[in-house]
């Protein structure tokens, strides 16, 4: 029969009964598995945004085009070093008995990779947009995929925390 620490732990971890070190290898499992999928397209859109620069249309973007293309690859940058940050961060901290501490900061990480990815998106579509239509609407196209991003990779997950934490 559990002690009540050990039913509070049981409860505090959503009622597996795991150890916090087995607990932090789930998580850090799951994690991985997350991280691998916003990496891959980080990736592939980083590297088609370092072609840009060299192919003969970028010498005939005007200067707030060029900007918008600067600010996008430096974004792209920052966002491939948050994505890829967890793999030195766990290689460097493995083996010290730190699991939990570092499933912490690699979470806290992936997150600004994700904001730094929404900021990237969004950069890089107001360029193409721009490019493609030299249309008025164009901010208005971006700024309503930015509100579907944020619905999606935000708004929903903190409203399903908010109702089902409440729920309990």
């Not at 699991?99 to 998106?121: C, Q, Y």
């Amino acid at each position: 029969m559990p002690t009540p620490g050990e039913r509070d732990a049981r409860a505090r971890s959503g009622g597996r009964d795991e150890s916090p070190e087995e607990r932090a290898d789930r998580r850090w499992n799951e994690l991985l598995q997350e991280v691998r999928v916003a990496q891959t397209g980080v990736q592939i859109l980083f590297g088609f945004l370092l072609t840009v620069v060299f192919t003969p249309r970028f010498a005939t973007l005007d200067s707030a085009d060029r900007t918008i293309y600067v600010i996008t690859v430096v974004l792209g940058a920052a966002t491939t070093g948050s994505l890829i940050g967890p793999v030195s961060f766990h290689r460097i901290v493995t083996g010290r008995r730190l699991k939990p501490e570092t499933v912490i900061w690699v979470s806290r990480l992936t997150v600004v990779g994700l904001v730094l990815l929404l900021a990237t998106v969004t950069s890089a579509l107001l360029l193409i947009l721009r490019v493609a239509l030299r249309s008025p609407v164009v901010p208005w196209v971006v700024a309503g995929l930015v509100v579907w991003f944020v619905l999606c990779w935000f708004a929903l997950p903190a409203w399903a925390l908010y109702r089902y934490r409440t729920r309990k």
